[in-house]
């Protein structure tokens, strides 16, 4: 599967943004979508997940109550939105896709289940 992110850009804090990702090739319905970030100098970090069915949806300590990940499955894509943002969200953020949404909650936080990466969305958060 192909993935394509997009909606990053500069925003002042507390303001909000929307990415989107977009899957292509050979989605699977079952799947889990997940987001990650990684700011200069630092290691990629999880920021949420959900599975594509719906029932499972986890989130970073860091962005609960501010970030909200949702699905739109007949158009393949997943979204981020991301709301009252501080500068400390800066970083590239990337969407990653598993195919069999067969993981605990715990396994969606670790990069290493995703087989599947986008290009990456710069978002810039000035204070």
């Known amino acids: 599967v192909q993935l394509q992110a997009s909606g990053g850009g500069l925003v002042q804090a507390g303001g909000s943004l929307r990415l989107s990702c977009v899957a292509s090739?050979?989605?699977?319905?079952?799947?889990?979508m997940g987001w990650f970030r990684q700011a200069p100098g630092k290691e990629r970090e999880f920021v949420a997940a959900?599975?594509?069915?719906?029932?499972?949806?986890t989130y970073a300590d860091s962005v609960k109550g501010r970030f909200t990940i949702s699905r739109d499955n007949a158009k393949n894509t997943v979204y981020l939105q991301m709301n009252s943002l501080k500068p400390e969200d800066t970083a590239v953020y990337y969407c990653?896709?598993?195919?069999?949404?067969?993981?605990?909650?715990?396994?969606?936080?670790?990069?290493?289940?995703?087989?599947?990466w986008g290009q990456g969305t710069l978002v810039t958060v000035s204070s």
């Open positions: 990653a896709a598993e195919p069999t949404g067969g993981l605990i909650t715990s396994s969606m936080w670790n990069p290493s289940a995703y087989d599947s």
């Open positions: 090739g050979r989605t699977h319905s079952r799947g889990v």
């Open positions: 959900g599975t594509m069915s719906g029932g499972k949806v």
